[in-house]
């Protein structure tokens, strides 16, 4: 085999590897979650084009690592707001994603003892304003809990560790916490972006 028709087959593995990745969907079929919660999923729905979005497949499929018995459609529904919420208040999706873990373990109607609500286990007494009746709607949950979050970061003096301190209402220790599902989170976009996936394919065939 000449060196241009290797050239050409290894994009074609590429391409083939990438079409993999792209139309993969994870079933569950022991997944038992309230309906509701698809009918949280379907409000305001994310299109095709948004679910194409590399960052937010990536994520989603992360989630649905984490929370197996989470359907699909929940799974993009909650990437695609994080995503985007982190752009619109240029903010790092990772924390966000640390923070969630911790906090709701992506539990769309996780509820503390404190009364917190939702993915970002949001509270009235955060003072940010906050309308208790959105407070299960995944893109306003994400929302008002970045700008919780930001609140704390700019009461810190842009400390993250005092803005998580002051996040959770005082522990000390809750920053490792996050750097650790922060970490978790890191290493699955390595070992799974289509980059990594594509060139792991190519030095195979060259190998």
């Known amino acids: 085999m ?13 391409i083939v590897v990438l ?8 079933d569950d079929t022991n997944a038992k979650i309230e309906y509701s919660s698809l009918d949280v999923a379907k409000s305001n729905i ?10 937010v497949e990536l994520l989603s499929n992360y989630i649905k690592s984490r929370k ?11 990437a ?14 990772d924390v966000v994603v640390g923070i969630i873990e911790i906090e709701s373990m992506w539990d769309v109607y996780a ?38 979050f930001k609140s704390k970061l700019n ?21 490792k916490q996050v750097y650790k599902y922060l970490g978790r989170y890191t290493l699955y976009k390595i070992n799974n972006s289509q980059y990594t996936i594509a060139n792991k ?3 195979q065939y060259k190998g």
């Open 68 to 78: 197996s018995n989470q359907p699909q459609e929940l799974c993009d529904k909650i």
């Open 201 to 203: 394919v190519i030095q």
């Open 19 to 26: 079409a993999i990745i792209a139309f993969t969907n994870i």
């Open 2 to 14: 000449n060196i241009k028709n290797l050239s050409w087959f290894g994009a074609f593995i590429i």
């Open 46 to 55: 994310t299109t095709k084009d948004d679910i194409s979005n590399p960052d």
């Open 155 to 175: 009461k810190s003096g842009g400390n993250i560790f005092l803005a998580l301190q002051y996040y959770v209402g005082g522990d000390k220790d809750y920053h």
């Open 111 to 148: 509820k503390s003892k404190a009364n917190a609500k939702g993915l970002m286990q949001i509270l009235i007494e955060d003072g940010v304003e906050i309308l208790p009746e959105k407070s299960y709607d995944i893109a306003y949950n994400i929302q008002k809990g970045i700008e919780i």
């Open 80 to 93: 695609y707001e994080i995503i985007t919420q982190c752009k619109l208040q240029n903010i790092s999706e």
